[in-house]
């Protein structure tokens, strides 16, 4: 079983950046997705950015501002925030799946990590 822990959410102010970081048990490039998601009170979770091997997937509302990494030796994937808005406040997920990338439905889940951009 995959287990999956994320660090690297803090309170920052609108146009800032932070790096989110996620360490996995386990994971082969080539047979798990690893994607981010977010949870903000009262919405559904929303499906952020995920990676496969080269391939990469970005929502709308983060594409431009986001970019996701993987380092497979140290088993851990990056999601880098830049010109955050106040809209990208919420609880990040790290996941991750056996399907494609993207994907709706993950097997494996982190804590998650409270992100807060505000002034």
């Known amino acids: 079983q995959v287990q999956l822990v994320e660090s690297g959410g803090g309170l920052v102010q609108p146009g800032g950046s932070l790096r989110l970081s996620c360490t996995a048990s386990?994971?082969?490039?080539?047979?798990?997705?690893i994607g981010w998601l977010r949870q903000v009170p009262g919405k559904d979770r929303e499906g952020v950015s995920c990676?496969?091997?080269?391939?990469?997937f970005y929502s709308d509302p983060v594409r431009g501002r986001f970019t996701i990494s993987r380092d497979n030796v140290k088993n851990m994937v990056y999601l880098q925030m830049n010109s955050l808005k106040p809209e990208d406040t919420g609880v990040y997920y790290c996941?991750?799946?056996?399907?494609?990338?993207?994907?709706?439905?993950?097997?494996?889940w982190g804590q998650g990590t409270q992100v807060t951009v505000s002034s």
């Open positions: 996941a991750a799946t056996r399907l494609g990338c993207p994907s709706y439905e993950y097997e494996y």
């Open positions: 386990e994971f082969s490039s080539d047979f798990y997705t």
């Open positions: 990676i496969r091997g080269s391939n990469t």
